[in-house]
Every structure is written in C-alpha cells, then in structure tokens.
C-alpha cells in the first residue's frame, strides 16, 4: 500500500516535475483541497488515483518516475504539503488543466488563476 506521501508526489511529479516550486504546490494543493471536500474521497492516494481524476493514472504508460532527481523534487514538495501547511497557497481550486488543452468542463468553473503549464479553477458560487 502506498503512503499519502508517495501518492503526492507521484502526482506532482507528472503533473509538474518540469515547472517551478510554486506549480508543483498548486498541483498539491488541488490533491488536499480534494481531499477536504465531500465530494471527493477522503485520502489523498484516493484522490490521486480516483478514476479520471488524473490523466497521468490511466494513460497506460508507466507509472514509474525516469527522471530521478524530478522525482526527489516531487517527494520534497509533496513533504512540504503535507507536513507543513503554512506554505499552502490558501486557493480553493479544486481542477485545474493544462493551458494548451480546452477541457469541455472548464466552463461550469471559475477560473482562479494561471501558474506553470496550468489553468486553475474553483467551484462556481
């Protein structure tokens, strides 16, 4: 079974292993603040591997990180986000895509915001 830990950086590493601190938090941030809403699961490996949520966990290709000094990168933040929550950005967003790509859902959200490769939203209110 994988750790919090582990699944967090699993995440940010293929989310955002090629941008700076401040995106790789982002990526985390949606993975606890999805965490901390009902409407999704309540661990973040759950949320990490929640079918669709991710589009890195079903693209069939290896799960494995190749780049490893990316990877230690990703545990650090993943570290930093979970056992130090006063780093957290303190945004609501809850998805988020990459800006190349227009995702049919993105207009049912508010945007918040651009950081790295990433377009950022909450819910409407």
Excluded at 29 to 36: K, M
Excluded at 41 to 50: A, R, S, Y
Excluded at 74 to 91: C, F, K
Aim: charged share 20%; glycine share 4%; hydrophobic share 45%.
């Amino acid at each position: 079974m994988m750790t919090a830990l582990m699944c967090m950086a699993l995440n940010i590493y293929f989310e955002a292993r090629d941008q700076d601190f401040d995106a790789k938090l982002m990526v985390a941030e949606v993975t606890l603040n999805r965490v901390a809403d009902p409407a999704f699961p309540d661990t973040v490996c759950e949320v990490v591997w929640q079918p669709g949520a991710f589009s890195w966990t079903g693209d069939g290709k290896s799960d494995k990180p190749k780049d490893l000094e990316a990877f230690a990168d990703a545990v650090l933040v993943a570290s930093d986000a979970l056992y130090n929550p006063e780093i957290m950005l303190g945004t609501k967003a809850l998805y988020y895509h990459e800006k190349s790509i227009h995702p049919y859902w993105a207009s049912s959200y508010t945007m918040i915001g651009m950081v790295g490769d990433h377009i950022f939203y909450i819910k409407k209110s």
